[in-house]
């Protein structure tokens, strides 16, 4: 689940200054920011670190700050994540971006991602995505698309992710809500090798969420990751995680 006001999930390695400044000129040239910036920060345990259908290691324990505020022209949002997992794996991943409403319907957004890994002797590059995205509700149902370009300097990785998303949220009542979230990606190129093409892989997520108090929720949830590529196994994990907003 990579998601939300998001404290993003992974990491010490990488080059938050950069995304900062990024965030900054953004913010200057879309306009005036208005006072209120929301702040919070997440805690959070998962068996398996499935990033984007592909598993990478066990045991993931994972820290976010995340960081929202307007513009006059739009609102933006900066998220950190630090995470570590079996194999003494480190990741540290950091992310900016921009989003308006177009009218009542649509929201887009645009961004920067980079992601950073040391440790364990992982083969994978250091990551740096612009990305592009679209969101919408309709009938209760949250529906989003977003495409990652590979910008980094390197012909291991992918060019292109592409993912959609579906999600529906319900008040169970007593300080307690649930979600249902399905998401599809799609690698261009295999994302372990670069022996396959166009790998897809799709997930299910059932996620309850209890509110503590004003400040403090408290999330668990249980995932499936299914594809019909070798490339990509079919995975059943879950996790927890206690959010605090500053």
Known sequence: MDK??????????????CMLSIAGLSTTLLGSANADIESSASVGYHSDYIYRG???????????????????????NIGLWSGSWAGNVDEF????????????????????????HEGG????????????????????????????????????????????????????????????????????????????ADVMFYSVTDALEYAASDAITLSAYLSHSVSDDWVLEDETFGGASDSVSL
């Open 4 to 17: 939300r006001i998001l404290p993003l999930k992974g990491f010490p390695v990488a080059r938050p200054t």
């Open 54 to 76: 592909v598993n990478l290691g066990e045991d993931l324990v994972d820290f976010s700050l995340g960081f929202a505020g307007n513009t006059d022209l739009a609102d933006w």
């Open 93 to 116: 991943r950091a992310e900016a971006s921009v989003s308006r409403c177009v009218n009542d319907a649509l929201t887009v957004s645009a961004g920067l991602a980079n992601r950073s």
């Open 121 to 196: 002797g992982l083969l994978v590059a250091d990551q740096l995505e612009p990305f592009l995205g679209a969101s919408t509700n309709l009938g209760g149902i949250a529906l989003s698309a977003s495409i990652y370009f590979n910008g980094s300097d390197d012909s291991y990785t992918h060019d292109f992710y592409y993912e959609v998303g579906a999600s529906y949220s319900v008040d169970l009542g007593g300080s307690l809500s649930g979600s249902l979230i399905a998401n599809a990606g799609v690698w261009d190129t295999e994302p372990l090798g670069r022996v396959a």
